[in-house]
């Protein structure tokens, strides 16, 4: 008896078993074509919106092509690509270069106007291109228009017909810095306008300035140096806002520098600004700029060429070399009173830009401040250390004949010494440097054949 009923129970539970995993087996089928279901229903929303995306774009490449250049220009720069243009389309937009800018190592800059009325600056290119820069000018070209920030000229295109090599930058209403600096007038151009800026703008177009340069060497997809700051490369816009001109224009080729002496590699920089390691034939880093940045802060402080030889007083000839002497006897107030146009109010901001002066052409590239510091120190976000000597490689300060090396080691060569402040680790290697010459440290035009 009790084995039958054990064997309707087996039975039973056996039955309710296969019911329940026939049950599960099924729910489990739903389930799995829910989910199916809801994946393809996914796929096909995705496929269709992308179809939809390619419809748009052909549809926008349609009316773009349709509708000329002006539009194309504006989409093209919406896009952040540099536009082509032919040589008939620049001599039509500046008049068959009727108005001349300027010039410079690397050409004649005309003023133009788009058709769409954007005003324009056409720098027309002279450098003497191998063939392997010519390969390199696209790539270049897409590095420099690329890289935009609103202290940095805007390149919106180029011509690169076999003819005719030139660079469509944004135009400035301004102009450069040069023209409103120097009591002179030398390099007012343009009609010799000139007015007089308040120590506080020029003391926003220095951080401003810096800021720029901030960007091309520590914020920018591809690290650039510009190897050629200096006032005349710092245009102004019409509220004076500063942005810093041709940078990326080294890697294009050597240029026709009038300025430039044989001594330098490459014709990289302007005597007066290019960094001693420049013309002394030493490796270079992004330090200088630092370097050709300080000299413009001493020019933006003296608003006077750094070298003039008109002076009376022969010790303030060389205005860096004045101030650095100034300085080390504690005497301040002559360099704050040098400094035309500061107010009381400004004092403070004028001695720190003395000594970020300072330090920005130290002789060691190690001992430079990184940008970043420069625009935290000028900023007055960051204390700054008391300067060091920066003229100890050369004796003197007077003739030519006087100046001489005197580093550390007495060769002149690059060494840690207890004079390195540690603004960073980079150390440049040794190497036998040329003599430091009047001509390259000042910028003095010399007729003197050079030694080296
Ligand atoms: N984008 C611009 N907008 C307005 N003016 C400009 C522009 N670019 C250049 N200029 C003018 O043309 C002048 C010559 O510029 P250019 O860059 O050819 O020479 P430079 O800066 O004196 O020397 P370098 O060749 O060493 O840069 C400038 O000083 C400026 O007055
Ligand atoms: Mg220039």
């Not at 200088?288 to 070298?307: H, K």
């Not at 303030?316 to 009381?344: C, H, L, T």
Request: contains cysteine; glycine residues 10%.
């Amino acid at each position: 008896m009790s084995a039958a009923v054990t064997a309707t129970v087996s039975a039973v539970c056996a039955t309710v078993a296969v019911v329940i995993t026939i049950l599960m087996i099924r729910g489990c089928r739903r389930w799995r074509w829910k989910v199916y279901k809801k994946f393809m229903a996914k796929i096909s929303d995705e496929v269709n919106r992308r179809n939809r995306e390619l419809e748009a774009c052909a549809a926008v490449n349609d009316v773009v092509i349709e509708i000329g250049p002006v539009e194309k220009f504006l989409h093209e720069i919406l896009n952040e690509k540099p536009m082509r243009f032919s040589s008939e389309q620049l001599a039509s937009c500046t008049g068959d270069y009727s108005t001349e800018l300027g010039s410079g190592g690397f050409g004649v800059v005309y003023k133009g106007e788009l058709p769409n009325g954007l005003p324009v600056a056409v720098k027309v290119l002279k450098v003497s291109m191998n063939k392997k820069v010519q390969e390199g000018f696209m790539a270049e070209i897409g590095t420099i228009g690329r890289t935009y920030h609103v202290h940095l000229v805007r390149l919106y295109g180029f011509c690169f017909d076999p003819n005719t090599k030139a660079l469509v930058y944004e135009y400035l209403e301004n102009g450069s810095l040069e023209k409103y600096l120097y009591r002179d007038g030398e390099g007012a151009g343009e009609g010799g306008r000139k007015e007089r800026l308040e120590w506080r703008t020029l003391h926003s177009i220095a951080i401003g300035t810096a800021k720029g340069i901030r960007y091309l060497h520590e914020e920018c997809q591809q690290r650039i140096v510009h190897y050629d700051i200096k006032p005349a490369n710092i245009l102004l816009t019409a509220d004076f806002t500063p942005k810093v001109a041709d940078f990326g224009l080294a890697r294009l080729g050597e240029r026709e520098n009038p300025h430039m002496s044989s001594l330098t590699g490459g014709g990289r920089g302007t005597p007066g600004y290019a960094a001693p390691e420049l013309w002394m034939a030493l490796p270079t880093t992004e330090k200088c700029d630092v370097y050709s940045f300080g000299m413009v802060l001493f020019e933006i402080l003296g608003r006077r060429r750094n070298y003039d030889a008109q002076l009376e007083d022969e010790s303030r000839e060389w205005f860096p070399k004045w101030v650095w002497d100034k300085y080390e006897q504690g005497n301040m107030e002559s360099i704050v009173s040098a400094a035309a146009g500061v107010g009381e109010a400004d004092r403070e901001k004028a001695e720190t830009m003395c000594k970020v002066a300072l330090w920005c052409v130290q002789f060691q590239p190690s001992a430079r401040p990184t940008m970043s510091s420069v625009v935290r120190m000028l900023e007055g976000e960051m204390a700054i250390v008391p300067p060091v000597n920066p003229f100890h490689y050369v004796s003197g300060g007077g003739s030519s004949s006087s100046w001489a090396l005197s580093s550390g080691t007495g060769t002149g060569t690059f060494t840690s010494s207890s004079r390195d402040t540690g603004w960073d680790n980079k150390v440049s290697a040794a190497s036998t440097p040329r003599k430091p010459t009047d001509e390259m440290v000042k910028g003095v035009k010399s007729t003197e054949p050079v030694t080296t």
